[in-house]
């Protein structure tokens, strides 16, 4: 029940005669069904040859499914369910019972992360080692968050920072890996990326050698895979792994019993992408050990056969107690309905006492249950009603009571103050408040009318959030209906005035420095009132932007639609995000044409504008348009994204052989920060590598190298690792290439990138040309093709012809590096770029002075003669 109970205790004063009564009202059916299911998945469990956990072949009997309309009770009968498992579990004495609850409506309760380290923290009750998990877990911590400390990570949400805090979540994890990597805890402690590596490396080498979980399945392949989302949400799988082997306890003996509770389950399952709810799905499929106790408004259909290719795991076969037919077998699907008149009764009766007898007079009891029908957040505030009439000194009569749930809603407003009126109706708009908030909707209202406002029993309170406070999300609907039927109501113009103070508030209180976390839920708040009012501010653009420089792009915008009320700088701020989603994942021809109309009907050079064109001029760079891609950054100049704009020309300008021009530019460009002063310096490296001048390039990347290791900057080390070997190679250094390149792919272990693979492999294949060795250099050719062929990179084509041409002219065949110079030519005119490498390949075939005649318009920084005249000397060497 509601606070409302508690506040008539003290709402009469000393001399009341009512007390409030704690009421559950009694669902009997679903207690039972959740006591059966606790029961039969024990027994599945015991009786079962091979472990489900073992032979993932086996129908999952482990969920619960518990829904029904907005309203009607089932996160209350959710919380009521865990709170009897665990008081069962006391009162016989048993340590060995664990119940999780997450719910998807809370900030970040829906990244894979934060719900796997949550399952974590709660097995951590039985005990606090959990080998394979633990030891997979800092792998992937170490290469996909390099350098950060993964207790920075459980103190960024606050349901997170509670459940690791009570289990000390932190310690355990660190425990067990310090049996395998002794000397350093790497990324779990936050040290230098180095160390994150020794402990990556620590555990795959004692894995490879068969030392270390050789009889857990597919653990050696979790240990090495990619460190990315879709590899963590199988590592559910280890968990149920370790727990399926933790001692059974007590007597008789019983294995242990775990309960994850996952309400408002319509956050995922309601969505048009199910890509969150793939990755839940996948964990709860591979926890056959675990059940799960769904709450949501909506039936989950994975038994269904029409869901395949969506979700991981569909039909009957793998969830046969979920399917329609089935209704008596449990765990099973339970659609929670409205009370009954006799549990009403109950309800009502018990709600509120004055010497033994309910306070509510039978009248006013029975016109609340006929207008209610069953619905418990209806006779929530039907109680309150009655309360607040008792306050005011009135003797409430049925009159006063009844009608539709508006009804009631509308009474609710009425029953408060005119000032309070508009805070709940300024509460209604937005998912949660403070008084900040509050105050910023309503700057008129005094403070302790906002102080009053929010002791009201309709509002729900947790202090873990920034904005503690919530109405339900039935209410804040029905406050929103009943409002337009109120002599005071407010007109729509009303709401989207009071939604636009709400969304300048939010981006005042976003300060500059704020972590991607805080970024994150106050750029979703405000995409959200911009969706539901039409309002739309600047800071949203600029947020959208920082969160995808820090690469949080994956799960930006889940959920959201394009309503009709929506202003166009929202559509296209949704637009954006979208093309950043499709250009990531290869389809960079998709986010071109998405994001080539997004912009229509944008103020000119507004920040949302900007954001649209930055994301399809890089979009178009992906799909190889250079030229086109550089109209749109000269436009950009200036602006809202001035920095990478100007970058980004420099890196045209080095594209088509603009040297001088790129370097001058790139030495007055003041950085950001250490990744843009990395990514200037590398540039300049890119440019005196092309001039032949490798000792100047060797110094640059050797800075760049420098300082993204004392930054702890993984990935752009990695980088300039690999131009590093594309640099010495000329020289036919092949030891240098080695160290480069295996320091390189140490890296790229943890931050992984298959272009600079192909880079490294292209470098490895030039050393062996200079050097003789034939064989291996085709090789190293084909293999550069491959890889390229593989993640769709055109260019890793013009390295891999470079060196072929290189070991052509070695080799004396002339007319075969002729072919396959033409087909650069090609290439690298299509794209707009890269096309100084002809007069380059040019020199080694033709000589030095048909070279300089072959593209005129390439500025070479020491003049064609003496640039080219370097070049040659890497042939002639040989």
Not at 224 to 238: G, Q
Not at 405 to 424: G, H
Not at 804 to 816: E, F, K, N, S
Request: charged residues 25%; glycine residues 10%; proline residues 4%.
């Amino acid at each position: 029940m509601a606070r409302v109970n508690l506040r008539a205790a003290f709402m009469g004063g000393l001399s009341s005669t009512v007390t409030a009564q704690q009421v559950f009202t009694n669902r009997v059916d679903e207690v039972a069904a959740f006591e059966r299911s606790v029961e039969c998945l024990r027994g599945t469990l015991d009786e079962a040859e091979v472990s489900p956990v073992v032979d993932r072949a086996q129908g999952r009997r482990n969920v619960l499914t518990l829904y029904g309309v907005g309203g009607i009770g089932k996160t209350t009968l959710s919380h009521e369910l865990e709170r009897r498992l665990l008081a069962d579990a006391a009162a016989e004495g048993r340590d060995d019972v664990v119940a999780v609850r997450v719910d998807l409506s809370e900030d970040g309760a829906c990244d894979i992360e934060g719900l796997l380290l949550r399952l974590r923290a709660g097995l951590g009750q039985l005990g606090s080692r959990w080998q394979a998990f633990d030891l997979a877990l800092a792998s992937y911590w170490a290469r996909a968050h390099p350098g950060e400390a993964l207790q920075d990570f459980l103190d960024t949400s606050p349901a997170l920072r509670r459940a690791s805090r009570s289990v000390g979540l932190g310690d355990q994890i660190a425990e067990t890996v310090r049996d395998v990597d002794p000397a350093g805890l790497g990324g779990l402690t936050g040290l230098a990326h180095r160390a994150a590596l020794a402990t990556y490396r620590a555990v795959r080498d004692r894995v490879r050698e068969g030392r270390l979980l050789a009889d857990c399945e597919l653990f050696a392949e979790l240990v090495e895979a990619d460190a990315d989302y879709e590899t963590l949400s199988y590592f559910s799988y280890l968990l149920a792994w370790d727990l399926d082997r933790l001692p059974h306890r007590g007597r008789p003996a019983r294995r242990p019993t775990v309960c994850v509770f996952l309400d408002t389950f319509e956050v995922v399952n309601g969505r048009a992408d199910r890509t969150v709810e793939r990755l839940i799905q996948r964990c709860v499929y591979l926890m056959p050990n675990v059940l799960f106790v769904i709450t949501g408004r909506n039936r989950v259909d994975w038994a269904d056969a029409g869901v395949g290719g969506e979700l991981d795991f569909t039909g009957p076969r793998c969830w046969p107690n979920l399917h329609f037919s089935n209704d008596t077998v449990e765990p099973r699907q339970h659609l929670v309905g409205y009370l009954s008149d006799s549990d009403a009764e109950s309800y009502l009766s018990e709600a509120l006492v004055r010497d033994g007898e309910p306070a509510m007079p039978a009248e006013v009891r029975r016109r609340i249950i006929a207008g209610g029908q069953g619905l418990p957040l209806y006779l929530d505030l039907s109680v309150s009603h009655f309360v607040a009439l008792l306050a005011r000194g009135g003797q409430p009569s049925p009159a006063d009571f009844g009608g539709s749930f508006t009804a009631v809603a509308t009474r609710s407003i009425r029953d408060l103050p005119w000032d309070e009126r508009d805070l709940v109706r300024t509460a209604a708009l937005t998912d949660r408040v403070d008084a900040g908030l509050l105050r910023a909707g309503q700057p008129g209202v005094s403070d302790g009318s906002v102080a009053r406002f929010l002791r009201r029993p309709f509002l729900t309170h947790d202090d873990a959030y920034a904005l503690p406070y919530a109405l339900h999300s039935a209410l804040r609907h029905a406050i929103g209906e009943a409002d337009r039927t109120l002599p005071d109501g407010w007109s729509d113009r009303d709401r989207r005035d009071t939604a636009a103070r709400l969304l300048g508030w939010l981006g005042r209180r976003l300060a500059p420095d704020a972590g991607r976390v805080a970024v994150s839920q106050t750029l979703e708040s405000g995409l959200k009132l911009s969706a539901a009012h039409g309002v739309f501010e600047d800071w949203m653009a600029r947020a959208t932007q920082r969160l995808v420089e820090a690469g949080q792009w994956s799960e930006l915008g889940a959920g959201l639609s394009v309503e009709r009320t929506a202003a166009p700088e929202y559509r296209a701020v949704l637009a954006a995000i979208r093309g950043v989603q499709l250009r990531r994942t290869g389809r960079a021809a998709q986010a071109v044409e998405l994001l080539g109309r997004a912009g229509d009907g944008l103020p000119q050079g507004s920040p949302t504008a900007q954001l649209v064109r930055i994301h399809l001029a890089h979009a178009l760079r992906n799909h190889g348009d250079y030229t086109e891609a550089a109209t749109i950054y000269r436009a950009l100049v200036g602006g809202e994204f001035d920095a990478p704009a100007r970058y980004w020309l420099c890196d045209f300008d080095y594209l088509n052989g603009r040297f001088g021009t790129a370097l001058g530019s790139l030495r007055e460009q003041r950085s950001r920060g250490a990744e843009d002063e990395g990514e200037r310096l590398r540039l300049i490296g890119h440019i005196w590598r092309v001039n032949a001048r490798f000792d100047e390039a060797s110094a640059a990347y050797g800075e760049a190298i420098g300082l993204a290791r004392r930054e702890g900057l993984a990935a752009a080390e990695a980088k300039a690792l690999a131009n590093l070997a594309q640099t010495v190679c000329w020289s036919g250094d092949t030891a240098a290439v080695s160290d480069a390149a295996a320091r390189a792919r140490d890296l790229l272990d943890l931050v992984p990138n298959p272009v600079e693979l192909v880079k490294i492999r292209s470098a490895e294949a030039v050393a062996q040309a200079v050097t003789g060795d034939a064989a291996a250099a085709m090789e190293a050719v084909g293999g550069t093709r491959r890889l390229a062929d593989d993640i769709g990179y055109r260019g890793g084509h013009n390295l891999a012809d470079v060196a072929q041409i290189l070991l052509g002219v070695i080799d004396g065949d002339h007319d075969g590096a002729r072919r396959i110079r033409a087909e650069l030519d090609a290439r690298t005119c299509r794209s707009g770029g890269n096309t100084y490498w002809v007069p380059i390949v040019t020199s080694w075939i033709d000589g030095v002075p048909k070279a300089v005649e072959r593209d005129l318009r390439v500025e070479w920084v020491d003049g064609p003669a003496v640039s080219l005249g370097r070049w040659a000397e890497v042939a002639a060497r040989r």
